[in-house]
């Protein structure tokens, strides 16, 4: 069995650091066996429904079952985790997510290659193909993490931050533009958004030149993903403006 680390460094193109705590193989086994559920659930009930071409010819109705079958078992995982953002049922009750390696958002191909290596990771039976490669793999990747350049994280509950202490002025120039707030939410994901949150948490902890450092490039992380126009960010400070975007994401996500 390979050395397996728990946690896993991250420096992001923009130049911020952070940490990520790793799943291990007991956690994803147990998200797999609630897809599982899942799965066998959609499947049961389209199965019911296209029993009605059982009254046309069996045949039919077994290759339509086995095509359902087959996609569902697909497209259950690519589904749900590019809709909400790595995640499948197992993994959100689990508290899992699916993130690229490198920290860079996670692309459509990345959650497509990984899915359909399912089908190898499950050979020959009970995914003992993928049990084998997390268990050897470092950072606890199955083959279609390999492929994807893909790790499966733990994302911990965040603590409902109380806005007030970060300083929130009541006027907040950005919502103003609801669709882009609306695609702000979208873009960044919740690790990202707690290490603003943190580094708002602990601003005064820090010398005035780290300060202004580590929000210019939280500032760039998060312009990088919605730009705003010139009249809702001009005279806004980078910390001012990393401020605004904690205060957007975590007023909707803690609804």
Same mark, same amino acid.
């Given at each position: 069995?390979?050395?397996?680390?728990?946690?896993?460094?991250?420096?992001? /193109?923009?130049? $911020?650091?952070?940490?990520?705590?790793?799943?291990? /193989?007991?956690?994803?086994?147990?998200?797999?066996?609630?897809?599982?559920?899942?799965?066998?659930?959609?499947?049961?009930?389209?199965?019911?429904?296209?029993?009605?071409?059982?009254?046309?010819? &069996?045949?039919?109705?077994?290759?339509?079952?086995?095509?359902?079958?087959?996609?569902?078992? $697909?497209?259950?995982?690519?589904?749900?985790?590019?809709?909400? #953002?790595? &995640?499948?049922?197992?993994?959100?009750?689990? !508290?899992? !997510?699916?993130?690229?390696?490198?920290?860079?958002?996670?692309?459509?191909? #990345?959650?497509?290659?990984?899915?359909?290596? !399912?089908?190898?990771?499950?050979?020959?039976?009970?995914?003992?193909?993928?049990?084998?490669?997390?268990?050897?793999?470092? =950072?606890? #990747?199955?083959?279609?993490?390999?492929?994807?350049?893909?790790?499966?994280?733990?994302?911990?509950?965040?603590?409902? /931050?109380?806005?007030?202490?970060?300083?929130?002025?009541?006027?907040?120039?950005?919502?103003?533009?609801?669709?882009?707030?609306? =695609?702000?939410?979208?873009?960044?994901?919740?690790?990202?958004?707690?290490?603003a949150l943190r580094a708002l948490i602990r601003r005064e902890e820090l010398d005035p030149a780290a300060r202004l450092e580590l929000f210019r490039?939280?500032?760039?992380?998060?312009?990088?993903?919605?730009?705003?126009?010139?009249?809702?960010?001009?005279?806004?400070?980078?910390? =001012?403006?990393?401020?605004?975007?904690?205060?957007?994401?975590?007023?909707?996500?803690?609804?």
């Amino acid at each position: 069995m390979a050395d397996q680390t728990t946690t896993l460094q991250i420096r992001t /193109p923009e130049g $911020i650091r952070f940490s990520l705590v790793l799943a291990g /193989p007991t956690s994803r086994l147990l998200a797999l066996l609630v897809d599982f559920a899942c799965i066998g659930v959609a499947s049961t009930t389209i199965s019911t429904v296209l029993r009605l071409f059982a009254l046309i010819s &069996q045949d039919i109705f077994m290759a339509l079952t086995i095509l359902a079958g087959f996609v569902i078992s $697909i497209g259950y995982g690519i589904v749900c985790e590019w809709y909400w #953002q790595g &995640q499948t049922v197992g993994k959100r009750l689990l !508290r899992l !997510r699916v993130m690229d390696e490198q920290g860079l958002k996670l692309q459509f191909s #990345q959650v497509v290659i990984r899915n359909l290596l !399912r089908i190898v990771d499950s050979l020959p039976a009970l995914y003992l193909v993928g049990g084998i490669a997390s268990l050897t793999s470092r =950072r606890c #990747q199955r083959l279609g993490d390999l492929a994807a350049g893909t790790i499966v994280i733990r994302t911990p509950k965040v603590q409902l /931050p109380d806005l007030e202490q970060l300083g929130t002025e009541k006027f907040n120039s950005l919502t103003a533009y609801p669709h882009l707030v609306a =695609r702000l939410r979208q873009k960044v994901s919740r690790e990202e958004g707690a290490i603003a949150l943190r580094a708002l948490i602990r601003r005064e902890e820090l010398d005035p030149a780290a300060r202004l450092e580590l929000f210019r490039e939280l500032a760039a992380l998060f312009r990088s993903r919605v730009a705003f126009p010139a009249e809702a960010v001009d005279g806004v400070s980078d910390e =001012r403006y990393v401020r605004n975007v904690v205060e957007l994401l975590f007023e909707q996500r803690g609804r």
